[in-house]
T-cell receptor, first 117, second 110 residues
Framework: DAGITQSPRHKVTETGTPVTLRCHQT?????MYWYRQDPGHGLRLIHY???????DKGEVSDGYSVSRSKTEDFLLTLESATSSQTSVYFC????????????????FGEGSWLTVV | EDKVVQSPLSLVVHEGDTVTLNCSYE??????LLWYKQEKKAPTFLFML????IEKKSGRLSSILDKKELFSILNITATQTGDSAIYLC??????????FGSGTKLNVKP
C-alpha cells in the first residue's frame, strides 16, 4: 500500500465551523491531491499541489483552501462548513509506477468521511 | 472543459458473463488513461494505458485504448461475485492532473 495517511477518518461537525483534514505521505512524491466523492459524481478534484507551497484549484474548489508547507503534508480546510460539503474526501499522491516505468499513477488514502449537520 | 464520461452508469450481470465498460474523454494534453476498481474504500489501480491499440491484460481483465477516437474499454470475462465494485476511469494530462469519470457500478449476481 502507498504510504498515505488521512486524519481524521470520520468527523461530524456543525454548519459554519472550520474543519481541517490532514494528509501525510511517506513516499516523497511531488504531487498531492484532494478529491471528494459523492454518489453519481465520481471523484472530483478540489485542489492539488505540485510542490511545497505550489497549489492549484480543481473543478470544485469553492469553499475550500489548502496548504502544503512540507513535502509530506497536504492540508485541506473547509473555511465554514456547509451541508453540501458532507462527503467522502480522498487524498492522493502521484508518482512513477515501477511496473510500467512510464507516466505516473495516482494512489489514494483510505478516505475521510465528513458529515456537516 | 476537460471531461471523462463512463458508460453504463450501472450494470447487473450473472456470474460467468462477460462485461464491457466504456470510457470516453476530452482532455487536452493527454498523457495516459487509467482504470481503477473501488470496493468499500479507496480506489485501487488496475491498468495504465498510454499507447493506442496495445491491450493490457491481467487475468480475466483487459483494457485497450483508442487515442484517435478518444475512448477506452475495460473487459471482464467470466465474471465472479468478487468483481462487484465501482470501476473508475481517469485521464492524466501532461501537468499530472487526473480527471475521473463518474464510474460504472458493476453488480455480479451468483
Amino acid at each position: 500500500d502507498a504510504g498515505i495517511t488521512q486524519s481524521p477518518r470520520h468527523k461530524v461537525t456543525e454548519t459554519g465551523t472550520p474543519v481541517t483534514l490532514r494528509c501525510h505521505q511517506t513516499e516523497n512524491h511531488r504531487y498531492m491531491y484532494w478529491y471528494r466523492q459523492d454518489p453519481g459524481h465520481g471523484l472530483r478534484l478540489i485542489h492539488y499541489s505540485y510542490g511545497v507551497k505550489d497549489t492549484d484549484k480543481g473543478e470544485v474548489s469553492d469553499g475550500y483552501s489548502v496548504s502544503r508547507s512540507k513535502t509530506e503534508d497536504f492540508l485541506l480546510t473547509l473555511e465554514s462548513a456547509t451541508s453540501s460539503q458532507t462527503s467522502v474526501y480522498f487524498c492522493a499522491i502521484s508518482g512513477s509506477n515501477p511496473a510500467t516505468f512510464s507516466g505516473n499513477t495516482i494512489y489514494f488514502g483510505e478516505g475521510s468521511w465528513l458529515t456537516v449537520v | 472543459e476537460d471531461k471523462v464520461v463512463q458508460s453504463p452508469l450501472s450494470l447487473v450481470v450473472h456470474e460467468g458473463d462477460t462485461v464491457t465498460l466504456n470510457c470516453s474523454y476530452e482532455v487536452t494534453n493527454f498523457r495516459s488513461l487509467l482504470w481503477y476498481k473501488q470496493e468499500k474504500k479507496a480506489p485501487t489501480f488496475l491498468f495504465m494505458l498510454t499507447s493506442s491499440g496495445i491491450e493490457k491484460k491481467s487475468g480475466r481483465l483487459s483494457s485497450i485504448l483508442d487515442k484517435k477516437e478518444l475512448f477506452s474499454i475495460l473487459n471482464i470475462t467470466a465474471t465472479q461475485t468478487g468483481d462487484s465494485a465501482i470501476y473508475l476511469c481517469a485521464v492524466c494530462n501532461n501537468f499530472n492532473k487526473f480527471y475521473f469519470g463518474s464510474g460504472t457500478k458493476l453488480n455480479v449476481k451468483p
